[in-house]
């Protein structure tokens, strides 16, 4: 059978909490989408590797990831917005 073990890491709400550490077992099919749900975030979170490359979350897990890959989740952040030129 093929499973990937990931460790999901959710930073601390606050700068001064400690980050959780999630271990989970995935098979090929597996989304993004539903390994956050698997340890209890809702649909706002979304993946990156350790190097910050997103992971896309409505996509099959597996190929996007090694075994015992450490993984980071996080909420969609806006930078900024271009100002317009008047």
């Known amino acids: 059978m093929n499973i990937k073990n990931l460790t999901i890491v959710v930073p601390g709400a606050d700068p001064n909490a400690p980050s959780t550490a999630n271990d989970i077992t995935i098979q090929p099919g597996v989304t993004g989408r539903q390994a956050v749900t698997q340890i209890g975030l809702n649909e706002k979170y979304f993946l990156a590797k350790s190097d ?13 990831v090694s075994d015992h890959e450490k993984c980071f989740a996080t909420t969609e952040a806006t930078v900024g917005k271009h100002a317009q030129a008047a």
Do not use: N
Not at 52 to 64: E, G, H, K, N
């Open 52 to 64: 910050s490359t997103p992971i896309a979350m409505d996509q099959d897990l597996f190929p996007q």
